[in-house]
């Protein structure tokens, strides 16, 4: 048959009275707690004993001999971080007890109002806390040490991501000074051609030689607006109070001086305060005007409006909208990165690079953009220029969505090596982990409480 016996709590007494050491030895051989208790009379021999020998509990008297007040609850404590102490004391003044907890005792007792009842509980109860506590502590070093891991891992990344887009941002200017020479050859040898052999070229020939004209134009427009991209990166911000309303008029007005046929209705709010680099903010304003420009061309009586619509995360909130051309939702993840296109390029002209331009310059400012459209109705560029000042429910990316904490994995939730004696959460119930109520005792066979002991680790 298995053996059920529980195994006893082994109890050090350190006690310089041998009728008070009589009491207590008698008090808890007659709880419902099964203790072994060993007794010494002095500090010097318990904390020996202590040393030596491994303990689940000590009852430390406050009145020893070799011992002042408070010191071997301290002396004991230094030594043995995880023992139990319960403090035994012919001293009923609240203070007392309130300092023997504040100097690592786990509970306090007052000799003559306790019986072995009391006594057992006091015992079980202390244990219960002190195993508690390490587990939490150990918890606790734990998540430090993942806390530390994962910064160290968030500042390497960081730093990584710094050194590929300054790589790529050179790269992109590199490439685009070095390619501008060539193209220029090419343009200058075109144009020689047809000024000085345009009657040996004929019309077909004239033919070609526009479109490689056509094409070193269309390059040169795409050059252009990859050193734009790359100089978003590279730039120094200047931040400094700016009014997007000036510059949006400028824009549109700009605009409107090159194509002075159209009839565009423009709503630009009076005053659009915001922080911000004013260059910037520029260049995010001429492509999200632009686009809102070129895709309402097809528009006899198109609107384009620029007006701030609230606060997003405690932050300003504007938005760039009009009635032209739209675009699927299905595209709003995507249109944000570069060569990406809602309309294919014989519908309306572009480089494929404005909206990662200006995807760019809102996240330089710590801000975020989205988009929504609808086909043939036109569409919304929503954009902030700050970090958020609380949560946010928007994504930083379009059509991206942050996750939020209860759809993390449990990879991502809990370390990646835990202990189930020591660090598992689930094992540590709301009565474990409370200084303040102590664990229900779980009823024997008999009806009995059953004995503490069997719950605890020998």
């Given at each position: 048959m298995v053996d059920i016996t529980p195994v006893p709590i082994r109890a050090l007494l350190i006690e310089d009275r041998d009728l008070d050491a009589q009491v207590v030895r008698g008090m808890l ?257 001429s492509n999200l005007l632009g686009n809102a420009w070129k895709f309402t061309r097809h528009r006899a009586a198109a609107r384009i409006a620029l007006r701030r619509v609230g606060e997003e995360g ?111 959460l689930d094992e540590l119930s709301l009565d474990e982990l409370s200084l303040d109520e102590p664990p229900p005792t779980q009823p024997a066979a008999d009806g009995t409480e059953g004995a503490p ?6």
């Open positions: 051989a007659r709880s419902h707690l099964a203790v072994d208790v060993c007794w010494v009379s002095g500090l010097v021999g318990g904390l020996a004993r202590l040393a030596s020998d491994p303990f689940d509990v000590l009852l430390l008297d406050l009145g020893l001999a070799d011992a002042v007040g408070l010191e071997g609850v301290h002396a004991v404590r230094r030594r043995f971080v995880d023992l139990p102490i319960v403090v035994l004391s012919g001293d009923d003044n609240p203070e007392v007890g309130l300092g023997a907890v504040r100097a690592g005792a786990d509970d306090f007792v007052v000799k003559g109002l306790y019986d072995g009842d009391v006594l057992g509980r006091t015992v079980r109860y202390a244990i219960e806390r002190r195993r508690a506590t390490r587990r939490i502590r150990v918890l606790n070093a734990n998540l430090e040490r993942r806390v530390q891991a994962r910064t160290r891992a968030l500042r390497q990344a960081n730093e990584d991501l710094a050194f590929a887009n300054e790589e790529m941002s050179a790269f992109a200017q590199t490439a685009t000074h070095d390619l501008r020479a060539p193209l220029r050859a090419i343009q200058g040898f075109a144009s020689i051609l047809e000024d000085d052999f345009a009657e040996v070229l004929g019309a077909d020939g004239r033919g070609y030689l526009g479109r490689v004209s056509a094409a070193c134009e269309r390059m040169d427009i795409l050059l252009e607006a990859l050193r734009m991209l790359a100089g978003v990166s590279r730039s120094a911000m200047r931040p400094g109070s700016c009014d997007l309303g000036p510059m949006a008029r400028r824009i549109l007005a700009d605009l409107a001086h090159a194509e002075p046929d159209r009839e565009v209705a423009i709503e630009v709010d009076p005053s659009l305060r915001a922080m911000g680099d004013a260059g910037l903010i520029d260049l995010l304003l405690g932050v300003a909130l504007f938005c760039v909208e009009d009635d032209g051309a739209g675009f699927d939702m299905a595209q709003a993840g995507s249109i944000f990165k570069p060569f990406e296109r809602a309309h294919g390029e014989h519908e309306f002209e572009g480089t494929g690079l404005g909206l990662a331009t200006a995807q760019r310059v809102v996240r330089r400012h710590g801000g975020f953009i989205r988009a929504e459209g609808t086909p043939g109705q036109g569409a919304r560029f929503y954009f902030t220029l700050a970090p958020p000042l609380r949560p946010r429910g928007e994504p930083l990316v379009a059509g991206a969505a942050e996750p939020s904490p209860d759809e993390l994995s449990p990879d991502e939730l809990s370390p990646d090596e835990l202990s189930p004696d020591e660090l598992s002991g069997e719950t605890l680790d020998s």
